[in-house]
């Protein structure tokens, strides 16, 4: 596993966004104030509010420090005064957004409509406010980390905290969903690739996991590695996230010098 480490992001404009020099600069600025974060964290973060008739403009910087590139389908994202208390929501669709880098940092304008600001006062008034993605989760369906004993035994409690912080910052599952998330790749002293993953579960039922095929592609997009994996008594249970390592063994390495600057892996599509 690897330690935890404050990570810079690199700024990164939208190709359709034309920005000016004077733009830029100021980008380049505000981002430069930014907290650095920890590794495998999405973040949000608000940089300004303007009020244009009954719409709300939210400028906000999105941060990715996990080692893939991500795209959000919906984002629920809420507003906060300095009190922390809620003052608007709304649903953005992002797929204009497009797919923002490993280690990447962007701005985005949100429009709210000021319909559904919960406040009397102009909003462009608000000292100290805040944006944040809203979690949606009902008492009884909290989706929490999952440990093997293994694991338990061999990490240390900010390793534990670290992952538990990942599960909490990640953007919720959709109901019934699976999926699985990369936290690390690398290859060892014996070229075998060992990949480490979070094996995210948002269904209300356990699961269990007889075989796992995976497919990895590096930086370029090659497929660098491929396999099929067989899991003994490996269960997942109910709106859980469970990390798991797997190792490809040279032989079912394409290629003995992949780019893992970033990469992504994932079950290969089913042939019709």
Known sequence: MSTINQIETVLSIHPDWNV?????????????????LKE????????KLEQFDQLIYVTAFIRNTLPNAITFEMLDLIILDENKQMIAKETFD???????????????????????WNVEEE????????????????????????????????????MKEHLQQLVNNMPPLKENEINIMGLEAQMNEQ????????????????????????????????????????LTNFEVRANTSKPWTFIFPSDLILNNNPDLSSWKVYPPKTEQ
């Open 20 to 36: 000016s020099k004077q733009e830029m600069y100021v980008y380049q600025f505000q981002h430069q104030q930014l907290e650095p």
């Open 40 to 47: 495998n964290q999405i973040s949000i973060s608000g940089l």
């Open 94 to 116: 992002m797929e204009k957004f497009g797919e923002l880098p490993s280690m990447g940092c962007r701005p985005w304008s949100f429009v709210f409509e000021r319909e559904n």
């Open 123 to 158: 909003p462009t008034k608000l000292e100290n406010w805040q944006i944040a993605f809203e979690i949606k989760k009902k008492p009884n369906e909290i989706h929490e980390l999952e440990l093997d004993t293994s694991w338990e035994d061999k990490l240390s409690k900010e």
């Open 191 to 230: 070229r075998n690739l060992v990949v480490t993953l979070l094996i995210r579960n948002g269904s209300l039922k356990n699961i269990n996991l007889e075989q796992l095929p995976l497919v990895v592609e590096d930086a370029s997009k090659n497929v660098i590695a491929k396999g099929i994996f067989n």
